[in-house]
């Protein structure tokens, strides 16, 4: 593995872990809103990660070096979640009540939020001291030839 490569990898889990959070933050955010432009409540967004490929060459050479290396990763998608219902409240005086007076909020649950808040939040810092980490060899690469 190069020296930027490592560099690459760990700029890589930094920028989808910011990413990730900019998502939650989003279902933060819209945790109270009953009515979007599809006419719905918001539905909560999930982001899925996948690994970085480099070339298409990579995967049909696999006498290469390189083979079992990582190359980091990307953001693969963001999908809505589909799994969990809306949370169904009875107030008829809302506007946005069914026939049957019940409001529907959305499938973002606070605490789950915040538990992926705080799992971006620590894999960030752990791409950014695995950034540090490989910065001090390199530093110290260059000191050992004086």
Do not use: C
Not at 40 to 66: A, D, I, L, M
């Amino acid at each position: 593995m190069g020296l930027f490569q490592s560099f690459n990898i760990s700029a890589s889990g930094m920028t989808a872990e910011r990413f990730r959070t900019d998502i939650i933050a989003e279902n933060i955010a819209n945790v109270n809103t009953t009515s979007t432009e599809d006419g719905g409540p918001y539905r909560r967004k999930v982001v899925t990660f996948s690994e970085k490929t480099v070339t298409p060459f990579s995967q049909y050479y696999t006498h290469s070096k390189n083979a079992l290396v990582g190359n980091g990763v990307k953001v693969a998608r963001v999908t809505e979640d589909y799994e969990t219902d809306f949370v169904a409240t009875y107030d008829p005086a809302n506007p946005d009540a069914d026939e049957n007076g019940y409001v529907y909020y959305p499938n973002v649950n606070t605490v789950t939020e915040m538990t992926n808040l705080i799992d971006a939040t620590r894999a960030y810092e752990a791409n950014a001291t695995a950034f540090d980490a490989s910065k001090a060899m390199a530093k110290q690469g260059l000191t050992i030839g004086q």
